[in-house]
């Protein structure tokens, strides 16, 4: 039982309070699902899992579309005490298969839109009765909408928080589940995170969020289970459209809404009169991360919306957090903002602190623990020589008021004739070329330099690659930066690797100059 310090803070506190009032909207036909429905949803999961043997700490994993009924179907397995794996949908049948193995998945959770993969699956690892489809039943799965019928909608008498175990991208390898402790205390008393990150962006009951990414990302299913848990209403979009976003915006009185750098250059390419045809004037916050935004990109947003642009640096790790507004960006463009949760360090290779202004490995002191499923190696790297901090992997810098600045992932960074290289910010010039629509910038080997700078370009629709562009992309480069962070080539692609969330898969692009090169 909680104490009076010890407030509840979730669905069902909210009702019984206000029961019919929504909690999740479908954008594209106005599906309402209230409180009270999610509630009673959830607690039917949460009563098949244990029905199904699942006891708390066990594993399961949800391989569903964007849908309407995904926060409740998660938030469901959550209460039942479990670890929950949200798979991206994108992955093929091996990918999903090393997944389900590598967490020992006691539960798998799909949908017929997913039947054409979910279906070629092995998953005799696991029960069948504990292989569940929402739409109806299929060969090897049970109904899921026929095995929650008659169950209570009331909450299992054990009821305790589960969380979250997310999988890296894979862009340095196999992917690797971020494991973190599990919540302690009573079920439902909020963390101080949750406090702190309704306090600085304002969410409470009168939220309506707008979420046109993937839920099964970090940051899109964080941000709507927190905002549930606070009494405010998601609305979910299918998937992400320019315009339509706008128009939801207007429709339903969004609040707040959730953006990566990718989403932002879609809006800004609509056309002036599009642009301009919807009421935005609600929109008190629009937050953004998961990949660096151009400066340019972020600039015309905040001209366009106003001072509501809010952006955040942080991993799934959740070791640390920074923060920025936009008028703290105006005055220092390119930072990513001050620690808001834990204490940044700035180290060199050997863990010495670095001062401000230096370039070095990104450090958290002080914030949440978490290592790398059945990796204890990865663990082992992300933590300091010496101190408790831990990092995932990034570089950047301070300057004298402790605003952090990125340059770029760690294992990205180029290293030509004893020289360190770092692609983002070459990657950043690039952008702001007329003809260029995306770029990559990434090492390849060099004979007598180890390595060499290459980027690969993706042109801006209509612009046709030629020889002479390629040239006057260098002599672009050459105008702006020091000759030894210039590409050496530059090469053409019709659609750069990336991924839903806006992140470059730049493993794609590196591996076939490396896969032959000698160790």
């Not at 699942?54 to 391989?63: F, G, S």
């Not at 005799?124 to 899921?144: H, N, Q, W, Y």
């Not at 672009?476 to 692609?493: D, G, Q, T």
Request: with cysteine; aromatic share 8%; proline share 8%.
């Amino acid at each position: 039982m909680a104490t009076a310090d010890q407030q509840e803070l979730h669905i069902g506190v909210w009702a019984a309070r206000t029961p019919d009032r929504p909690a999740v909207i479908e954008a594209e036909t106005g599906r309402v699902i209230t409180f009270g429905a999610y509630e009673a949803m959830s607690n039917r999961v949460a009563h098949l899992a244990r029905a199904l043997g699942l006891r708390p700490h066990d594993h399961a994993v949800v391989l569903l579309e964007n849908r309407y009924d995904y926060l409740p179907l998660f938030w469901g397995l959550i209460r039942a005490g479990l670890r929950v794996t949200p798979m991206p949908t994108h992955l093929t049948k091996a990918e999903i298969e090393y997944i389900l193995a590598d967490c020992d998945a006691k539960l798998f959770l799909t949908s017929q839109a997913m039947a054409p993969v979910a279906g070629q699956l092995d998953l005799s690892c696991m029960p069948a009765e504990a292989r569940l489809m929402t739409d109806g039943a299929a060969p090897g799965f049970a109904d899921l909408d026929a095995e929650l019928a008659g169950l209570p909608d009331t909450p299992i008498p054990d009821q305790q928080e589960g969380i979250d175990m997310l999988y890296s991208s894979g862009t340095t390898g196999r992917p690797k589940g971020v494991r973190k402790p599990m919540p302690q205390g009573p079920f439902g008393v909020p963390n101080a995170l949750l406090t702190k990150t309704a306090e600085r962006y304002g969410f409470d009951t009168s939220t309506v969020y707008l979420h046109p990414s993937p839920l099964y990302h970090a940051a899109p299913l964080g941000y709507t289970i927190r905002i549930g848990r606070l009494g405010g209403c998601i609305v979910v979009m299918r998937k992400f459209d320019a315009e339509a976003c706008l128009a939801n915006i207007e429709r339903y009185g969004v609040t707040h809404s959730q953006w990566v750098p990718t989403h932002f250059n879609r809006l800004l390419k609509l056309p002036e009169e599009v642009r301009h045809r919807y009421d935005l004037s609600t929109l008190q916050c629009a937050i953004h991360a998961a990949a660096p935004c151009p400066h340019d990109v972020k600039r015309a947003m905040i001209d366009w919306w106003g001072p509501v642009i809010q952006e955040y640096y942080a991993g799934s790790e959740g070791n640390g957090q920074c923060s920025i507004t936009s008028e703290e960006w105006l005055e220092r463009p390119g930072s990513v903002g001050q620690a808001k949760v834990g204490t940044l360090h700035i180290c060199d290779e050997d863990g010495r602190e670095l001062p401000a202004g230096e370039i070095g490995t990104i450090y958290f002191e002080g914030g949440a623990p978490f290592e790398y499923h059945n990796d204890p190696g990865k663990t082992a790297e992300s933590r300091h020589p010496t101190e408790t901090w831990s990092t995932i992997g990034d570089v950047g810098y301070v300057d004298d008021a402790g605003y952090l600045y990125l340059t770029d992932r760690k294992s990205f960074m180029i290293l030509s004739g004893g020289v360190n290289i770092y692609p983002q910010e070459v990657e950043a010039l690039l952008l702001t070329h007329p003809d260029i629509e995306d770029a990559a910038v990434f090492g390849v080997p060099n004979e007598d330099f180890g390595e060499e700078v290459k980027a690969v370009v993706q042109p801006k629709a209509g612009v046709v690659p030629s020889d002479a562009l390629a040239a006057e992309i260098s002599a672009f480069c050459r105008a702006n930066l020091s000759h030894v962070k210039c590409p050496r080539s530059v090469e053409f692609i019709a659609e750069m690797p990336r991924g839903d969330n806006g992140k470059l898969y730049k493993k794609v692009l590196r591996a076939p100059y490396w896969e032959q090169t000698p160790a």
